[in-house]
């Protein structure tokens, strides 16, 4: 075999396990990921449950949906929370702006059935 040859297939089959180990190590990776994202479901179930229960108190108060205040302090303290967890802060405002119309939506649709 030349030196070349066995360069060539050395390469190779370093390669090869290169490719193996990263595999593997991708599979835990993304077994982490998966296992993140089930918490974030159930988190997010949660936290749903718990603006109902404001939804209906809200609705047998005869208090609007939104709360314009209380979304600007949640905004600035999400942010501060991002920044801390090296999280962009926009991304965080642009997620809980998602939660928040969701929320009144729920909030509007609870008042407009105790009507």
């Known amino acids: 075999m030349t030196d070349a ?3 060539a297939s050395t390469n190779g089959a370093t390669g090869d396990a290169t490719r193996a180990a990263a595999l593997e190590e991708l599979a835990g990776i993304r077994k982490s990921i998966d296992n993140i994202d089930a918490a ?9 449950r718990h603006t109902q229960h404001v939804g209906k108190l809200k609705a047998d ?8 205040a209380r979304e600007e302090r949640q ?5 501060q ?3 801390d967890a090296d999280l962009d802060p926009e991304f965080a405002e642009k997620f ?3 939660v928040i119309a969701e929320v009144i939506n729920h909030h509007e649709r609870i008042a407009a059935e105790a009507e």
């Open 5 to 7: 040859v066995a360069t």
């Open 40 to 48: 974030l479901i159930h988190i997010l179930a949660e936290r749903f």
């Open 61 to 68: 108060a005869g208090l609007p949906a939104s709360d314009p």
């Open 75 to 79: 905004v600035a303290r999400l942010r």
């Open 81 to 83: 929370l991002a920044h």
């Open 96 to 98: 809980l702006g998602f």
